[in-house]
C-alpha cells in the first residue's frame, strides 16, 4: 500500500530558484496535492501552494506534473509508477510569486474587458423564457473553473511573452462567445474579439482542449464558431450591427413564450 | 512599526463567496466606494464547490409553492429554533434575487417552458433549486463576479479607472477589525503574497468569511473554513449565536481516506438515489422520526411512486432533513451494518439510466470515477457524514444584518439564525443573496447616516503588526500542522456528530493545551507567501471558534437538529426558547443565555396548531383553529 516517492518539486521566486528533491511517504488513494501537503506538514512548511476545495471544483490547484499542466488535487499517485520521479512545476506562462504560486493576473485583467453580458432593456426580471438546448451551447463554457491552464498551455502566449498585451488567450475568447451565444444577449463583441482579444493569434492547435480538466471543447465549441462569425461579418457587404445582430441572435430562439422585445 | 499600506473607503467587504460579493455590488449600487477582500484568488471562494442549487419558491415547476410554504419548510427543517424574522425575509425575497441573477447572465437549467427549472431537495415540499446540473455554486459565484466586472466597465466608462467605486484585494487575509469608541473603523490584515501589512479604514466593515469546517477532521470545507470572521466579529465585541448547531450532511465520500469528507451531493438522492446498508436493506423507512411521520413515505413502493407522482404520494425517506439522515447513517454503521470503509451505499445506478446519471450529476461521476476509480453508473457509492455547515454565527439584526459592533454587518454562513438548529440544502445560497444584499444595503444606510467617520490611530495598528508577526518569534518547537491536525482530531471525536457531556470536557480541557501550544508555536521562513505562517495566524481563530462550539454543546441540554447529546437525547421545548449567546472576554469564548424572541402571531397562524405543539410550549401555542392553507 504505502511507499515512498520520489518528488523534485520547484522552489524559488521571481529572483530565482530551482529544483528541490524531496523522499515523502504516499498511501493508498492519495493524490499529488496530497503529498505537496505532506511536504509542507512534515519537510517543507513554508512551501507555497494554491488550493482550495481539493475536488476539481475551484481551479486553484493548477501547476505541471511531469511538465503537464495538471490539478494537483485531481492527479492521482496511481497514474504514476511506485519507482517513477515526480516533477512539480509552477505553471510557465505566468510569472512566479513563490514555489508553485504563480501571479495570474493577466486572466483577470482580460477578464475585466470582455464587454459584460446586457440584456434587452425593457425585460424584466422573473420574464426571462429560454429552452434548454438554447441555454446548452454557453453552459458548457460555463462549467470553467478559471485554472487558466488553457492560457497557460497556449502557444500565442506561452512561448511569447510580447503577445500578453494584445492576445487573451483561450479561456476569454471562449468568454467572448459564450455570451456571444447567450440567447438573450444584445451586444456584438466581434469587432472586440479582434481587436482586443486577439482571436487571429489561434492558429487551431486545440492544446488547450487537451488540457481542460472540465473538458470542454474550446477549440471546437467556442474559438471556431466565433472565428467563422467574424468571417461572416468580414465577407458581408452590407454589413451593419444591427441587421448581423437581428440574423444572428433570431436564428437560435426557439423558446416558447420568448418576450416581444428579443425577437 | 514599518509603514503600513493604507486605504480608505465607504464599505470593506470581507469575504468574496456569494454573500460577500452581493453585498459588495448592492453597496456600490447605492453609490458607495467598497473594496472586497479575500484570501484566495478572486472566484476561488467556498460557494464555487456548492452543488445542489438556490431555493427560492418561484413556483416554476409545482404552482403550488409560494413563500409561506418554503418559511415553513425553512421553521420545520430548523426544528423552530430559527429566527423567524429571518425565515419569513428569506422565502419572500429568494425569488427575486434569483431572478435578478438572469439579468446578471446567469444560465440556469430551464423548464420545458423555458422558465427556471427547480429540483427536489430534502425538506422542501415542493421541486424549489434553482440550479445547473450540479455546479449551481459555480455559477452562482462567477455571475457575480461577472456583474462586479460590468460595474467596473460603468465605473470605467465614467471615470476612466475600472477600480473606481470597486477594488479587489485578493489573496489578502484579515487578522483584526479595528474599531474605535466602539464602533466599526476598519480591518488590517496582510498580503498573503509577500507578507506585508495593509488596512483598510472604513466606517462600515461587512463580514461575509463563510464557516469553521476546518476546526474538524472530516469535512467538506475548503482550507479557507478556519472561522475567521465569527473570531474577528467576537474579538472586536459582537457575540455569536447557537455555535453548537453543526450540520453533518449525510453523504461524505468515505474512501479513499485522502478523500474522506468530500461532498457527494443531495440531489443524488433528490433524483432517485436510495440508501442501503451493507444487508441491502434501505433503512431510512425505520428512522421517521415522529414530527415527520405524515410527511414520508413508510413503504418502498410508496416513496418510488412519488418521484412521478408527488400529489398523491408521500415523499421517500431519504430525503428527510440532514440531520435525520445522518444520524441514521451513523446509527446503521455503529450496529455493524455499515460498508467495508465504514460508511453506508448510496446508489444511483440501479435506479437511472447511465445517460441520465452523467447528464444530471456530471461533477459526481467525475468526482468518482477520477478519485475513487468508481463508475457511479454501474455501482453504489460508499458514504458517511462529513461536517459541513455552522448554523450557528455572529448574532444580526435580522433586517439590517447588523451585528451588536455598530458599523460592522454579517451575511451568509458566518452569520446566525436564519437556519436554527438546521439548514435545509439550498437554503444557503438563497441566504447568500437575500442576506448579501440586506447588508449591503445596511451598511450603505449606516454610513449615509453617519456624521463622522472614526479615524484609525497608529498604536491600534502596531499592536495588529505585533499579534500578527509573534509566530515568528516564539521560541518553542511546536510545528502548527500538527497541533491543526490534533484540534481536528479532537472536535471530531469528542464535539462531533453525537455529544456527551464527560466527552465535551474532555474536549475543553484539551482546547486550553491547544491555546498553550498555539503560544509555542514558531514558524520558519519568511513572510512571502508561507503557509506555516499563515497556519499559526488561522489556528487562534480555529482554537476560539471550537471552545465557542465546545461550551455551548456543553450547555444546550437537549437533542435538536445539528446538535444531538447521547445524555439528552430528546428535544426540549424549555430549550428551544433560549439563543445561546457567545462573546470573548479576553482570555476565551464565554456564554450566556438569550430568551427568544416569540414568533409573530400571523406567521404563527401558517402552521396548524397540532404541528406547533411537537415545538411550542404549552403557553406559546396560539388559539387559532388549523390554518386552512396547506
Ligand atoms: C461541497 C459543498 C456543497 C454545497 N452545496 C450547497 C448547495 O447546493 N446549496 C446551498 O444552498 N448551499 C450549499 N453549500 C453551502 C454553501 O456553499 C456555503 O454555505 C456558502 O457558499 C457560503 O458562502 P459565503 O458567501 O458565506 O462564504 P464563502 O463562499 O465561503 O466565502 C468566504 C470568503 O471569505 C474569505 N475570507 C475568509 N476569511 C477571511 C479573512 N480572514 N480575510 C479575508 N478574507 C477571508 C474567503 O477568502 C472567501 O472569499 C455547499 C457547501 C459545500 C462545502
Ligand atoms: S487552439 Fe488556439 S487558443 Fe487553443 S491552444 Fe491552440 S492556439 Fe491557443
Ligand atoms: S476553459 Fe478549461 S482549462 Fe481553461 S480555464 Fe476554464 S476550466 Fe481551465
Ligand atoms: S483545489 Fe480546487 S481545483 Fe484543485
Known sequence: MGYTAKFKVWRGDDTGGGIEDFSVDVNEGEVVLDIIHRLQATQAPDLAVR?????????????????????????????????????????????????????????????????????????????????????????????????????????????????????????????????DMHPLDTVDRREVAVEDHGVGYCNITKCCTEVCPEHIKITDNAIIPLKERIADKKYDPIFSIASLFKRNKEGRQSAPDTPKATK | MSEIERHSFDVVVIGAGGAGLRAAIEARMQGKR????????????????????????????????????????????????????????????????????????????????????QRNFGGHEYPRLAHV?????????????????????????????????????????????????????????????????????????????????????????????????????MRAGATTLNMEFIQFHPTGMVWPPSVKGILVTESVRGDGGVLTNSEGTRFMFNYIPDVFKDKYATTPEEADRWYTDPDNNRRPPELLPRDEVARAINSEVKAGRGTPHGGVYLDVSSRLPAEVIKKKLPSMWHQFKELADVDITKEAMEVGPTCHYVMGGVEVDPDTQQTLLPGLFAAGEVSGGLHGSNRLGGNSLSDLLVFGRRAGLGAAEYVEALPVRPAVDDAMLADAEAEALAPFSNVGDENPYTIHADLQNTMNDLVGIIRTESEMVDALARLQEFKVRVKNSSVKGGRAFNPGWHLALDLKNMLLVAEAVAKASLDRQESRGGHTRDDYPKMSDEWRKINIICRYDGEGAVIEHQPMQPMRPDLLELFDVEELKKYLTAEELPTHDAGSDH
Not at chain 1, 475551484?58 to 503537464?68: I, L, M, R, Y
Not at chain 1, 502557444?155 to 468568454?175: C, I, Q, W, Y
Not at chain 2, 404552482?63 to 424574522?85: A, C, E, I, P
Not at chain 2, 429568494?94 to 438572469?102: D, N, Y
Open chain 2, 34 to 117: 467598497v473594496a472586497i477582500v479575500c484570501k484566495s484568488l478572486f472566484g476561488k471562494a467556498h460557494t464555487v464547490m456548492a452543488e445542489g442549487g438556490i431555493a427560492a419558491a418561484m413556483g416554476n415547476v409545482n404552482s403550488h409553492d409560494n413563500w409561506q410554504v418554503h418559511f415553513r419548510d425553512t421553521m420545520r427543517g430548523g426544528k423552530f429554533l430559527n429566527s423567524w424574522r429571518m425565515a419569513e425575509l428569506h422565502a419572500k425575497e429568494a425569488p427575486t434575487r434569483v431572478w435578478e441573477l438572469e439579468t446578471y447572465g446567469a444560465l440556469f437549467d430551464r423548464t420545458p417552458d423555458g422558465k427556471i427549472s
Open chain 2, 133 to 233: 446540473g450540479d455546479r449551481s455554486g459555480l455559477e452562482l459565484i462567477r455571475t457575480l463576479q461577472q456583474k462586479i466586472v460590468s460595474l467596473q466597465q460603468e465605473d470605467y466608462r465614467e471615470t476612466g479607472d475600472y477600480e473606481a467605486k470597486i477594488k479587489i484585494f485578493a489573496e489578502v487575509t484579515i487578522t483584526r477589525l479595528l474599531t474605535v469608541d466602539g464602533r466599526a473603523a476598519g480591518a488590517f490584515g496582510y498580503y498573503r503574497e509577500t507578507g506585508n501589512f495593509v488596512t483598510f479604514e472604513a466606517p462600515a466593515v461587512v463580514l461575509a468569511t463563510g464557516g469553521i469546517g476546518k476546526t474538524f477532521k472530516v469535512t467538506s470545507g475548503s482550507w479557507e473554513y478556519t472561522g475567521d470572521g465569527h473570531a474577528l466579529a
Open chain 1, 51 to 179: 488550493w482550495n476545495c481539493k475536488a476539481g471544483k475551484c481551479g486553484s490547484c493548477s501547476a505541471e506534473v511531469n511538465g503537464k499542466p495538471r490539478l494537483m488535487c485531481m492527479t492521482r499517485m496511481s497514474t504514476f509508477t511506485e519507482d517513477e520521479t515526480i516533477t512539480v512545476t509552477p505553471m510557465r506562462t505566468f510569472p512566479v510569486i513563490r514555489d508553485l504560486v504563480t501571479d495570474v493576473s493577466y486572466n483577470y485583467e482580460k477578464a475585466r474587458m470582455v464587454p459584460a453580458f446586457a440584456p434587452p432593456a425593457d425585460l424584466a426580471p422573473g420574464d426571462y423564457r429560454m429552452a434548454q438546448v438554447d441555454v446548452e451551447r454557453s453552459q458548457e463554457f460555463r462549467k470553467c473553473i478559471e485554472c487558466f491552464m488553457c492560457n497557460n498551455v497556449c502557444h500565442a502566449v506561452r512561448d511569447h511573452e510580447e503577445n500578453k498585451t494584445t492576445f487573451s488567450g483561450p479561456r476569454f475568447l471562449m468568454r467572448i462567445a459564450e455570451l
